[in-house]
């Protein structure tokens, strides 16, 4: 027919705003570095960026725009993340996207009773098992807090616990630099050392601005060490319309990105070509209940702007999707969660976070929800294949053969093609005689049900050696 594969499949793609628009965000941004700054009050990063050509005035430091771009051009637009044994399989560059859970939760919903407690190590482990399990979540994060476990300690416990149970790349967040550092060090153990770390890092570390335009010196610490190390940083401010950021969307990206790509100024200095990815946590406050909000509309439609001025960059990008402020998997929880799985997977949110755990405006996880927020990544990865156009999809010798008046279901071509069709454990679709017969099992049961079963996986171990070493790491933590 004269066509070329090249020429036969399109991704289905989302933008929200155009190159116009993308611009004037760029511009303005620029304009809060060079003409408000950002607090930084760190005594080495001050210098180096006052060296670099800043303006220190007090704790504030300017940064000119040249300096800025600078460092955009420095850094790498493309991340390869490998397992705990290095083997490649996240590639983020481009409108690529990852999914994968969330951290931090302090509350944990379990899957049989339905009460809420505490989270704790143990459940660390049930849900980076469950992670482990999910095919369709390419990375890991250390989903709770371990209430249980010293507070000095719990960082590294719980990441320690993830890189038991789940073999997926891991993205953690910690107090300080000897977490990170101890942290690194199990991964190095884990994928076999520095050389092979390099070639596919197994850890990405997760850090914040304070918004609005400030930095904590231990997050500077934090942002050095990993640039020294080439360990990927996510510099991820959290502004919040009408509160910690302006009310309107266009302002908050500004300032969202503003501090973002301030990091980013410092870990190129430290470490020109550092692996850094670019993003935030752009939401609104509730004025009605002032809850950070982690399902609002607007929060999908801010961070697919962000995304796509992380593609104006050429930078990785870190994005969000998959939470809800429901507090149980009803019809709120599936709805927000899959408006914003699509807008992610559309607008190409690079690593995507927040699929699967965070309920209740990020202070939840539940089991069940991931399981629910996997079938729904599931279904919009189906969706995002786009439709195929070729002579064989294009089937014309099937119709002809077939003819007015036939039928396809027992044609090989059928046979050859219905099981790329989704085909959902939990989203039924039978006949009601059918869905009586089997018991009339509501939604909510059959979620129940099946991430019971899926709780049922067993991760790969580790040997016996690694765990005796892992024991003496964690001897020495501080």
């Known amino acids: 027919m004269g066509m070329t594969t090249d020429e036969l499949y399109f991704k289905p793609r989302l933008q929200v705003i155009n190159e116009d628009q993308i611009a004037q965000l760029h511009e303005a941004t620029l304009d809060v570095l060079q003409r408000t700054g950002v607090k930084i009050t760190h005594t080495e990063a001050v210098e180096l960026l006052a060296g670099a050509g800043a303006q220190v005035i007090g704790d504030v430091v300017k940064l000119p725009g040249w300096l800025v771009e600078d460092a955009i051009r420095r850094a790498p637009s493309r991340i390869v993340l490998g397992t705990r044994t290095g083997k490649r399989t996240v590639f983020l560059e481009r409108d690529k996207s990852f999914f994968g859970p969330s951290l931090d939760c302090i509350d944990y919903m379990d899957p049989v009773t339905h ?27 250390t989903i709770g807090m371990a209430d249980d476990v010293a507070p000095e300690l719990a960082d590294r416990i719980i990441a320690r616990k993830v890189f038991e149970n789940c073999e997926k790349p891991l993205v ?136 796509q001025m992380a593609q104006h960059y050429r930078l990785p990008f870190f994005g969000t999707a998959g939470a809800t402020d429901a507090k149980f998997c009803d019809a709120q929880a599936g709805a927000e969660a899959a408006l914003q799985i699509l807008s992610a997977a559309a607008v190409g949110s690079g690593l995507v976070h927040d699929c699967s755990s965070w309920m209740d405006h990020g202070s939840l996880a539940s089991p069940e929800f991931m399981v629910l927020v996997h079938d729904i990544v599931d279904s919009v990865n189906h969706y995002m294949a786009g439709i195929p156009v070729t002579e064989e999809t294009l089937a014309l010798d099937v119709i002809h053969r077939v003819g007015p008046g036939g039928h396809y279901l027992q044609d ?67």
Not at 248 to 257: C, E, N, W
């Open 115 to 141: 009460q809420r407690s505490r989270f704790t190590s143990d459940h660390v482990k049930v849900t980076a098992k469950l992670c482990d399990a999910l095919e369709n979540f390419q990375w890991c994060m």
């Open 172 to 307: 953690f967040c910690c107090k300080d630099t000897n977490s990170v550092k101890d942290t690194y060090e199990m991964a190095l153990l884990l994928c076999g050392g520095r050389e092979k770390f390099d070639e596919a890092p197994t850890i990405v570390h997760y850090s914040e601005p304070i918004s609005p335009l400030v930095y904590y010196d231990p997050a500077i610490d934090k942002l050095m060490y990993c640039a020294k190390k080439r360990i990927p940083l996510i510099n991820f401010p959290a502004p919040q319309c009408c509160g910690s950021s302006p009310a309107t969307l266009a302002g908050a990206i500004v300032q969202a990105s503003a501090e973002s790509l301030s990091g980013l100024v410092v870990h190129q200095l430290v470490n020109p070509g550092a692996p850094f990815i670019y993003g935030a946590f752009t939401t609104i406050m509730d004025m009605r209940s002032t809850i950070f909000s982690y399902g609002a509309v607007e929060m999908s439609l801010m961070t697919a702007a962000m995304a």
């Open 412 to 478: 090989p071509h059928t046979m050859q093609h219905f099981k790329k069709i989704k085909y959902s454990d939990l989203f039924e679709r039978m006949m009601t005689d059918k869905y009586e017969s089997m018991g009339a099992k509501k939604f909510e049961q059959r979620l129940q049900e099946l991430t019971l079963r899926k709780l049922e996986h067993t991760p790969a171990p580790l040997d016996a050696d690694t765990l005796r070493t892992l024991d003496e790491m964690q001897a020495g933590w501080q």
